[in-house]
Nanobody, 129 residues
């Protein structure tokens, strides 16, 4: 059974940092593309970052230069390092995975609007002073 477990959320002051983790069980990340999404209250879900099957990384303009996605295949975990956090980053963050998208060499321009097969539960990030 494929499972994704997101963790690492919490309360942080503006300008602070957090690292989210997405631990997988039932499959190995090697064969999957992984993405992070977030949803703020009253807003639509937003794609934040993606790492493709070939290791290419993609970011939403709103987080580019501040967030970094990475993987630790030994731990079967994907991370989202979030720096210079802003109040507008407050949201529930979700990780998603799909083996199909790992086969696509270039997910640019579409990773945030395609359908992802497997989802983890969310982790809440609150940026506030």
């Amino acid at each position: 059974e494929v499972q994704l477990q997101a963790s690492g959320g919490g309360l942080v002051q503006p300008g602070g940092s957090l690292r989210l983790s997405c631990a997988a069980s039932g499959f190995t990340f090697d064969n999957y593309a992984i993405a992070w999404f977030r949803q703020a209250p009253g807003k639509e879900r937003e794609g934040i970052s993606c790492i493709g099957g070939n290791g290419n990384t993609y970011y939403a303009d709103s987080v580019k230069g501040r967030f970094t996605i990475s993987t630790d295949n030994a731990k079967n975990t994907v991370y989202l390092q979030m720096n210079s956090l802003k109040p507008e980053d407050t949201a529930v963050y979700y990780c998603a995975a799909d083996p199909l998208w790992a086969l696509i060499p270039d997910l640019g321009g579409r990773w945030y609007r395609i359908s992802w097969r497997d989802w983890g539960q969310g982790t809440l990030v609150t940026v506030s002073s």
